[in-house]
């Protein structure tokens, strides 16, 4: 079957998804400002492309090139980080794992949970919530990008805890079966009481019937609330 592999066996490194993209986090302060933002990136792009687009970034939002430098070198390390996994194995005896939302965009909040497999590298990350958006009724235009950017930061930590999996089982002497590595997530629990409830043959896409179990969760905010929890957010990064 496209996209799977036998249990226990390996790939090279790259995301299970259909793009093979980099999410990518830029938070820092310059001249006392802190800048926020997050975006995928293709780590096949050559790293000029970088330059230009913090070039773009600081002059289009009318930035010192203080930040301009501050994005490059943001960019630039997590992609040289993802790079250095190139050419490496990734243990994939663990394929269903779960993925679970826990944000607020704008007004809107946001709690889901799912499984996602990671050997099917069709999968999309960006159709996928845009569904989730149209089955929750969410219209904010702002939402579907940030869930689709949560799915993929968590494939990708799972993906780069694979890599450590594989290694462990390389050095290791007596060398472990699949089932006896160390679980790969924090949810990994979670992940097999949901795999129970539907089988390693659930689709990533749900059925209605399905949310009863899943339970998603849409709360539209007050601004009011909002503020609030702005305010806290800006506490806690201090």
Not at 161 to 190: D, F, I, M, W, Y
Not at 205 to 218: A, L, S, T
Not at 231 to 238: G, I, L, Q, S, T
């Amino acid at each position: 079957m496209k996209g799977q592999a036998p249990k226990g066996s390996v790939k090279k490194f790259r995301m299970p998804t259909s793009q093979n993209l980099v999410p990518i986090r830029v938070d820092f302060e310059v001249e006392g400002q802190r800048f926020k933002d997050s975006f995928t990136w293709n780590p096949s792009d050559n790293d000029s492309e970088i330059v230009k687009f913090a070039k773009v970034t600081a002059r289009d939002l009318k930035l010192s090139s203080a930040y301009e430098k501050a994005i490059t070198s943001s960019i630039q390390s997590q992609v040289d980080y993802f790079r250095s996994f190139q050419g490496q194995d990734m243990y994939t005896g663990e394929r269903i794992v779960p993925i679970k939302l826990d944000l607020r965009i704008n007004h809107t909040l946001i709690r889901d949970q799912f499984l996602w497999d990671l050997n099917n590298f069709e999968s999309d990350p960006e159709e996928f919530a845009k569904t989730l958006c149209a089955d929750l009724g969410v219209h904010d235009p702002e939402v579907g990008p940030a869930i689709a950017f949560a799915i993929r930061e968590q494939l990708y930590e799972i993906a780069v805890q694979n890599v450590a999996s594989a290694r462990e089982s390389r050095l290791s002497k007596k060398g472990r079966r699949g089932g006896e590595h160390t679980p790969l997530s924090k949810a990994s629990s979670t992940g097999l009481d949901l795999v129970k409830s539907f089988g390693h043959r659930s689709s990533v896409i749900r059925k209605r019937k399905e949310w009863d179990v899943y339970e998603p969760i849409v709360d539209l905010l007050s601004s009011e609330e909002v503020d609030a929890l702005e305010a806290k957010e800006e506490r806690n990064a201090r």
